[in-house]
């Protein structure tokens, strides 16, 4: 396949790359920057320079690409959720959408699946209620957010491209979420988040790309996938993270000291999902990594 990836500079980005080119696709990233995005990911695929918040010339690539990833987003926590920060969040999601889409429109040749970033956030908090791909959003401001960008990707399928939103859970990996959280540990200072009993989906990153691979390959999966594994609460993983690094999970972060710190950007983290990867399952697709322990442990150790 000629795959089109948007965002293929980030933690997540780096790796579908990777994984698509190890597998022998062809990959065209876009990149605001070249020459950081060729420091970034090699020689191996095609950058292409061009800003994806904006129509350019590199919207014309689109053009005889087999699929379009796209994985563009300013991270959630990189800032408090001002009212100007909550504007970049949202914009930084549905404007490079709209813009891959109104690519496509214009394309002769045009993709035959388009896989656009989303999160489980659309569900907001559903405490241990579990949560399949048939459950609605919530009415927050992140579950707003990722309905809005869904809503954008799925405009394509009136293009006649199958469209799958992926439902992006908290990834397991190098280079992510995880690097931030394991200093903590090591200096005996880990523990659960607020009461620990919210829950937390999650995925390996090596079941992220071959996931993404499955999807590009099966046809008969549309409409949104959720990214996860399967859902422990905050309280077990901590304990799991703990026992990787030999450190206890004994110091707990209560809840008003990361609403201090974080704001209303805090829900990230103290709010959660039971996870239910029904439609992965229900596809075909098999997990190389169920259980947590042998996640951490294998990014980890």
């Not at 090699?42 to 690409?65: A, T, Y």
């Not at 491209?161 to 439902?167: F, M, T, Y």
């Not at 999966?221 to 309280?235: D, F, W």
Request: with cysteine.
């Amino acid at each position: 396949m000629k795959v089109f990836i948007v965002g293929a500079t980030g933690f997540i980005g780096r790796n579908v790359t990777a994984g698509l080119l190890d597998a022998g696709h062809e990959v065209t990233a876009l990149t605001r920057d070249a020459v950081r995005g060729r420091q970034t990911l090699g020689d191996r695929p095609k950058v292409l320079e061009g800003d994806p918040n904006e129509p350019g010339e590199w919207q014309n690539s689109l053009d005889g690409h087999d699929a379009v990833i796209n994985l563009a987003g300013e991270p959630p926590l990189a800032k408090r959720w001002t009212a100007a920060q909550k504007q970049v969040l949202r914009d930084s999601r549905t404007n490079p959408t709209r813009m891959i889409v109104a690519g496509i429109e214009k394309a002769s040749a045009r993709p035959r699946v388009f896989l656009s970033g989303s999160a489980v956030s659309f569900y907001g908090d559903r405490g241990d209620t579990t949560v399949t791909e048939a459950d609605g959003p919530a009415d927050d401001f992140s579950a707003n957010m990722c309905r809005d960008w869904e809503e954008a990707a799925f405009q394509a399928e009136d293009l006649g491209v199958r469209v799958v939103a992926l439902r992006t859970s908290f990834v397991i990996g190098h280079g992510g979420a995880l690097d931030r959280m394991v200093p903590p540990f090591k200096m005996w200072a880990g523990g659960p988040i607020g009461g620990g009993r919210q829950y937390l989906p999650w995925i390996h990153i090596d079941d992220y790309v071959e996931l993404v691979k499955f999807l590009l390959a099966t046809e008969s999966v549309s409409g949104p996938v959720n990214m996860a594994a399967g859902a422990v609460t905050n309280r077990e993983f901590s304990a799991a993270l703990g026992r990787t690094l030999g450190r206890p999970s004994w110091l707990p972060v209560p809840g008003f000291v990361l609403k201090l710190a974080l704001g209303e950007a805090s829900v990230i983290v103290l709010k959660g999902q039971r996870i239910v990867p029904f439609k992965t399952v229900e596809a075909g697709y098999g997990f190389s990594f169920t259980d947590i322990d042998a996640a951490l442990g294998s990014v980890l150790n």
